[in-house]
């Protein structure tokens, strides 16, 4: 097929990653923030970045190092593209935020190429994609930034490399409020820091919790979401990272959220709770880290919102 010259925009949510109790395993879409590409289609095969516009501009440019271009040049590899692209990125997820923006961008560029290419992509195909692209900038192959990013809710990734990936269900009337801290961490150092051993007695807790949050999730048992919604190995380890972060969460769960954690690798913070408490556990979240001394932004997004997309 020619499609030289045929032009499309696609737009990819932010997500949280881990979601508190799954790390690397579990993720959701936001419904605030999220990036743009718009994607030409060229008859000389490069994939080139015309322009990077948004929240952040300061992004490598090459194919190697940028996402969306990395997974644009997967697609073309694998599937025998002749024609190149040239692309613009509008980036609505600030750098180190926490929020998957480095997942975004690889989503919403495979968006708009399987449908400038006219290529009928599976939902695996897309994932493998959009993972070659994250692979740029985390270093490693965990979907759950990527997954809720392409797919939208609630998701499980399992298997190692290019997972399945399954959605979840979220009880109703369950918001996110998601709280950005203006400060920066990068995944790859965030993944670094991590120690490599995990004891025994952490390994029992953290699987009972996983296994009773998606139990949760399935039965809307709010109770048993409450118990479950927590990380013994990972947060402990990165909590440092944010000032404040112990005590927002204190907050958060002292107003009746249902559990807070990191958002991904941090430095946002994101509780789940139901809808009536949204306002007032928000307003607590932002207090804590304004005595921190710290400005953040905060927002409340549906956990099950919706994924990539194609735009006019
Ligand atoms: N699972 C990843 C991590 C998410 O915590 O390192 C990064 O957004």
């Known amino acids: 097929m020619n499609a030289t010259g045929t032009t499309v925009t696609a737009f990819a949510p932010a997500s949280v990653g881990n979601v508190g109790v799954g790390f690397d395993?579990?993720?959701?879409?936001?419904?605030?923030?999220?990036?743009?590409?718009?994607?030409?289609?060229?008859?000389?095969?490069?994939?080139?970045?015309?322009?990077?516009?948004?929240?952040?501009?300061?992004?490598?440019?090459?194919?190697?190092?940028?996402?969306?271009?990395?997974?644009?040049?997967?697609?073309?590899?694998?599937?025998?593209?002749?024609?190149?692209?040239?692309l613009t990125l509008d980036k609505g997820i600030p750098l180190g935020s926490g929020m998957g923006g480095s997942a975004a961008s690889a989503a919403a560029a495979v968006t708009a190429a399987a449908e400038a290419w006219g290529l009928a992509l599976s939902d695996q195909q897309r994932l493998r994609f959009a993972?070659?692209?994250?692979?740029?900038?985390?270093?490693?192959?965990?979907?759950?930034?990527?997954?809720?990013?392409?797919?939208?809710?609630?998701?499980?990734?399992?298997?190692?490399?290019?997972?399945?990936?399954?959605?979840?269900?979220?009880?109703?009337?369950?918001?996110?409020?998601?709280?950005?801290?203006?400060?920066?961490?990068?995944?790859?150092?965030?993944?670094?820091?991590?120690?490599?051993?995990?004891?025994?007695?952490?390994?029992?807790?953290?699987?009972?919790?996983?296994?009773?949050?998606?139990?949760?999730?399935?039965?809307?048992?709010?109770?048993?979401?409450?118990?479950?919604?927590?990380?013994?190995?990972?947060?402990?380890?990165?909590?440092?990272?944010?000032?404040?972060?112990r005590q927002v969460q204190a907050a958060a769960m002292s107003n009746g959220a249902l559990g807070a954690s990191l958002s991904g690798s941090g430095p946002s913070i994101f509780a789940w709770c139901e809808t009536g408490r949204a306002a007032e556990i928000q307003a607590c979240m932002t207090e804590a880290l304004h005595v921190e001394g710290v400005s953040c932004s905060a927002w409340v997004s549906a956990v099950d919102a919706a994924g990539a997309r194609l735009e006019d």
């Open 25 to 86: 395993t579990l993720g959701h879409a936001l419904d605030f923030a999220g990036d743009r590409v718009r994607l030409t289609v060229t008859e000389e095969p490069e994939i080139r970045l015309d322009a990077i516009t948004g929240l952040t501009t300061d992004l490598p440019s090459d194919t190697a190092s940028n996402t969306a271009l990395r997974a644009l040049t997967a697609i073309q590899k694998e599937c025998g593209i002749s024609e190149g692209a040239r």
């Open 131 to 245: 993972l070659e692209g994250e692979m740029a900038a985390s270093g490693a192959l965990h979907a759950d930034n990527v997954a809720p990013s392409l797919f939208g809710g609630l998701v499980l990734c399992e298997g190692a490399g290019y997972p399945h990936v399954t959605r979840i269900p979220v009880p109703t009337g369950i918001v996110c409020v998601f709280v950005h801290p203006d400060l920066e961490v990068y995944t790859r150092s965030a993944r670094n820091m991590l120690s490599a051993q995990v004891s025994l007695s952490d390994h029992v807790s953290q699987t009972q919790a996983i296994a009773g949050f998606i139990a949760g999730c399935f039965r809307s048992d709010l109770n048993q979401i409450r118990r479950c919604l927590k990380d013994v190995i990972i947060e402990p380890q990165r909590a440092g990272l944010v000032p404040g972060f």
